[in-house]
Structure formats: C-alpha cells, structure tokens
C-alpha cells in the first residue's frame, strides 16, 4: 500500500452535476496532484497543489478546479460534468522536488450516465 | 502527437519467460524517466525511476534502461510470472515545470499465460 487513499472508489453522477473527490496525501508529502486516466488510455495531468497553492495545470477547463489543506490532503471538484469526464481520477503525493517518488492512491472510477 | 510513445500496444507472453518493452519520448528537455505498473483498475505502481544521466536500473526482475541521446527506454522483464500481467507505462517528468507533472505514455498491456 501507498499510504495515498481517495474517496470515494466509485461515483455516478449524472450530466450537468458537480462532484468533489478526495486525496488523503502520503505522511510527510506537500505535493499532491490530480490525473485523469481514461479507459485504455495513459493518465493525463490535471493539476497539482504544493503547499495550499495550484503549482502547474495541464490541458483542462476551469471547471476543474481543486483544494489543498493545510495537512496537505486534497479535493478536486469538477461543475458541469460531461460524459467525456467519466474516467478513472489518480491522485498521486509527493514532495515538490524532481526526481523523487510520486505514490499513486487507488484512484475513483466516476462515470457520467 | 503523444510526447511518449509505447510499443508494443499488447503483448502475451507464457510464464517465465521474458520479454522486453520499448518508450520513445519527445519530451525535453526532462529531469527523469520512470517505469509504472498498473493493474487494471487501480493505480499506478513505480518500478523504476532513472535520470537523465542514468542508463539503467534494475528492481528486482525488472531493469530498465534509457538512452538520452536516441530518447529511447526500455523496461526487461525476466522469468515472467502470472501476477505481471499488468499494464506498463512508461512516464517522464520535464525538466521545466518543477515538481512531480508527470506525462504518461499509453502502456503496453502484458498478459502472462501458463
């Protein structure tokens, strides 16, 4: 195990919805960031949080936004879901630096019907 | 273009033997190259992590190794078992950016049969 849990594992939500997923970050890392892994496809960056702030955002819309707490756990929210947004959602800890380990939590499975 | 290409896309191999997995990445300039294992379903497990001045590094029954000049990695998988079947992904962090913004390739689904 990772020490990285999500929640919850699995969540259907219909278009148009908002949603809140949960990133509980591994002891001792600031980093925390958010990947979106559709069906046979490799993760794709989102965003990622280093103490409190967003430190870097990949390709997606402002309707997915996120939250860091000051005990470095994370959410990310997404508003108007879509059905392109079903997909399985990583989140990975870290410290800031390069070169060192990212730990993956299980991920959440959300699927838009 | 995806900035980090795997091959094969699939590849079935019987247990024990092995079996070698090839990355070709666009991404430059880059602080590490990294090797991941995926289950389905579940999230992503590190194998390996190399810099750029790095040429291989073994985990175990897995080494991989990786040629900054060709921009080309590879992951060996030795005597193979049952529990690899898995997918492999092959991930590398730019240099620019700081921090741990990792860009994944699409795998390479192994299924290890008796």
Redesign the interface.
Known sequence: E?G?TQSPTHLIKTRGQQVTLRCSSQSGHN?V?W?QQAL??????IF?Y?REEE??R?NFPPRFSGLQFPNYSSELNVNALELDDSA?Y?C?S?L????????????T?LTVV | KNQ?EQSPQSLIILEGKNCTLQCNYTVSPF??LRWYKQDT??????LT?M?FSENTKSNGRYTATLDADTKQSSLHITASQLSDSASY?CVV?P?T???????????TQLKVEL
């Open positions: 990772t990285v980093t960031s990947y046979g496809q490799g993760p794709q960056f990622q280093y430190n870097g990949g399985l990583l990975a870290s800031v630096a390069a070169n060192t380990e990212a730990f993956f939590g299980q991920g499975r | 980090v602080s590490n379903g579940r999230g992503p497990v590190s992590i810099t992904i962090s240099r950016g700081g921090g741990n913004k990792l860009t994944f390739g699409t795998g």
